[in-house]
């Protein structure tokens, strides 16, 4: 069983940046693929971005691409999403997920989820 804990996540302004991290314990993190997704409220949750077990393949919702970036450190157990420029718009509860296999967009696909960080970026 695979637990996802995410931390980092706090209050900005506009145009500001955070980064925000997920550890994983419980499984084999490198053949993990893992995933960034967020909920604001009233909305349903959406993709963010993913990367790839061997950490180069890397996808993006096209709302975030240019301004945030995924990585991984499989030595830590630990991916990171770093997002700059940030936008009132972007304030969500984000979540880190992971599945073995095949990176992937789609929430279903994705077997563990954390419990979420809050990001808030004020006007």
């Known amino acids: 069983q695979v637990q996802l804990v995410e931390s980092g996540g706090g209050s900005v302004q506009t145009g500001g940046s955070l980064r925000i991290s997920c550890v994983a314990s419980?499984?084999?993190?490198?053949?993990?693929?893992m995933g960034w997704f967020r909920q604001a409220p009233g909305k349903e949750r959406e993709f963010v971005a993913s990367v790839a077990s061997d950490a180069i393949r890397r996808y993006y919702a096209s709302s975030v691409k240019g301004r945030f970036t995924i990585s991984r450190d499989n030595g830590k157990n630990t991916v990171y999403l770093q997002m700059n420029s940030l936008k009132p718009e972007d304030t969500a509860v984000y979540y880190c997920a992971a599945r073995l296999g095949w990176t992937s967009t789609k929430i279903n696909e994705y077997n563990y989820w954390g419990q979420g960080t809050q990001v808030t970026v004020s006007s």
């Open positions: 419980g499984g084999t993190f490198s053949s993990l693929a």
